[in-house]
């Protein structure tokens, strides 16, 4: 293709995205559109497998047996999020092998979140409430997002997470409502919790270098900041209703803003997390890559059984 040709192609599509036009994956589109998504969608995807991981963790460790159904399914819910998003990213012409290995040899980036590690059952409150929470603010204006299949799958994807936070809200509920000690466990998961979850909204607007394009693309509808400050106005009253304190000196509503000011975040800790540094980074990929590895007889099976049944019909077809 000619560089005139390619030039008006890409006016066509700029055009489409101005319009709010949804592009989908058989459509003209540039390179450079192409692998945005590829990487935001996988690292999306691979965020909600590796996310399964601290949980999962408690499923034995439920304190009731409702608990233990509830986070059974959301864990579940983290799975099928994974399968979607990797379904919407092949079909920007990756294979799911090529995403699975850039996860699981440290090439691809995944939420910081999930490299903290889950030390009592509070903590699968505070991720419901905050982690899920801040999911969801993230999530929503992707719903909107100028790629297709990516839009739809977040359709469902955050009707699914807002169960996830309610159901972490709830747990910190009973918490707080419960004995000193239990009350005394929800404050340190949200002591815990609080920071991570305010750099796990990405890096201020001003260090993100993807910011910009995402924006001009309608890949992203609103900036780090933004989201930030929205996941902090609307989860202060929520702690405030618990009973319990955000960890933050400097946090004050601001009558002139009609916001809230709130205290530096450690960004020198979030980029040793993303880095690779972070507490549970290593154990995380250790575990991620021994599910992979010792599941590898059931995806062996289940393509045996699918050759067996194609062979099967075209016997009975002839
Ligand atoms: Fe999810
Ligand atoms: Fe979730």
């Excluded at 996988?42 to 965020?47: D, E, G, L, V, W």
Aim: glycine share 6%; charged share 30%; net charge neutral.
């Amino acid at each position: 293709m000619s560089d005139k040709e390619i030039k008006s192609l890409e006016a066509i599509f700029e055009a489409r995205i101005a319009r709010d036009e949804k592009i989908e994956p058989k459509d003209w589109m540039p390179e450079k559109y192409r692998k945005t998504h590829i990487r935001q969608i996988s690292q999306h995807a691979h965020s909600e497998i590796v996310g399964m991981l601290p949980e999962g963790n408690w499923i034995s460790r439920a304190p009731s047996l409702r608990r233990k159904a509830a986070l059974l399914a959301k864990v579940q819910d983290e799975a099928g999020h994974g399968l979607y998003l990797y379904a919407a990213c092949e079909t920007l012409g990756v294979s799911r092998d090529e995403l699975y290995d850039q996860l699981h040899s440290g090439k691809a980036k995944y939420s910081s979140i999930f490299n903290y590690p889950t030390v009592t059952w509070a903590d699968m409150g505070a991720i419901g409430w905050l982690v899920d929470g801040a999911a969801i603010i993230n999530q929503v204006p992707l719903c909107n997002t100028s790629f297709g299949p990516y839009a739809r799958a977040m359709v469902r994807v955050c009707k699914e997470e807002s169960f996830h936070q309610r159901q972490g809200f709830e747990i910190m509920l009973k918490l707080c409502n419960g004995t000193p000690e239990q009350k005394e466990m929800a404050q340190d998961a949200l002591n815990r919790w609080w920071w991570p979850s305010l750099m796990m909204l990405g890096p201020t607007d001003a260090e993100s270098i993807h910011t910009e394009q995402s924006m001009k693309w309608k890949l992203k509808r609103k900036t780090n900041d933004e989201l930030r400050q929205q996941f902090i106005d609307q989860t202060v009253p929520q702690a405030d209703l618990l009973g319990i304190t955000v960890p933050d000196p400097d946090l004050k509503w601001n009558e002139e803003t009609g916001h809230y000011d709130f205290g530096e975040i450690n960004w020198d800790e979030f980029w040793q997390v993303v880095k690779g540094h972070g507490p549970c980074n290593k154990k995380r990929m250790k575990d991620r890559v021994n599910a992979w590895e010792n599941g590898a007889w059931v995806r062996d099976a289940a393509m045996a059984y699918a050759e067996k049944n194609e062979k099967r019909k075209l016997k009975e077809a002839i």
